[in-house]
């Protein structure tokens, strides 16, 4: 019988311990926005992985960071070629460990890119978070974590926009209002808000902004230390 | 899809149309379309690809949009200019009061263009009677939110940041 639910409700560390603890032979599938995160289980032992074009122990890794996502666990009789060999307990710790770094890898190199906000002209306020909500950087303490969930939302209302007309991938958003250019950055895993003055003038602007983009943009989860050794 | 006229003539927008027309002339500008908060199509591109059901569901996201924004500091709610950038694609849209005109762009755009023949384009709809008659009947009335959106985890931890109420619920 198939187990369902959803990995708000149950996290993928756990969901992985149990079926290993019961020696499971089974399929655990997750459903993500970029596709299926699929884990095989043989009596136990994980035996293959496969996320995002990633496989074997790479792929645990990224399926360990994932944090939402209607999830599926079955029986299976016909299984994959075995590509991890490492044991579950072995993979879980480590998987545990490469989060972490990710997680200071991110607020270092969030911290890095607000220092050179700090120096850039017109700029009136920022903020680099995490689209779970976590403010890495931000020159505006009062209002850091409500900018940072309007970020989320907007970044969220942007994909929608986009698959609606089907525009293909978000870049940026920016909201002409007053006398504010505000700017909505949506870089993989995080998100920037940048306010800068509407009188700043916009090619230095949007080269600032395209550097940005590119150095959060280096965030991922197997090349975190790369991205902070480029921006150093 | 060919514009479906019926809907434009009765919701009298024909005029809407011809002042919207200038839009057509500017090089990149792929589509338009111009709908009020409910999601109704006041006007649009004679033959935008566009369809009615997806440009209300546009409509919806952008009274989102604005509402999200109103949230933070400093942000005046009158008279506010989104550009999406997409891979290729620039989406803009203008914030009327409540009504939308959302134009479809080619990336590399003049963007400096475009605005300048909608900021005439809005001389020539603000001293319309009609128009403004128009609009106000249209501009009011709630949000479009789905019970989808209303209780997603995340708009409710930044509905109850605002109001303080309900602040237990975490972003995820």
Redesign the interface.
Known sequence: MALVGNLKEISIATLIQLSCVEKNTAQLTVSTPKGPATVYLQKGEIIHASYARTRGEEAIYRILSLCEGEFRVAEVTDLPDRTITASWQGLLLEGMRVLDETKKGKAEVAKTVGRHLDNAPNVECYLVASKNGDVFATSCEQDAEKMAGAAVLLAWKAQELSSRLALGEVGFTRVASGKTLTFFLDCGELVAVIVAKKAAVLGPLNALLDDIRKRLKYVELSNVQHGAEVMA | MAVNMSTVARKGSLELLQKLAPLREVEGVRDYFFVDRKGTILARKPDSP?EEE?AA??AR?MA??GE??S???????D???????????V?IAWDWGGAYLMA?CKEGVNLAMVRMTVNVIKEELGKGRRFRGYLARHSGGEYLLSEQDVGS???K??MA??TGIGAEH???
Do not use: N, S, W
Not at chain 2, 71 to 77: A, D, M, N, R, S
């Open positions: 566009v997806v569901a546009c996201d989102q949009v999200i924004l949230l933070l500091p400093g942000q005046e709610q008279e506010r200019v989104f550009d999406f950038h997409f891979k290729g694609t989406l479809l985890e995340r708009y931890h930044v940041l605002e975490k972003l995820i």
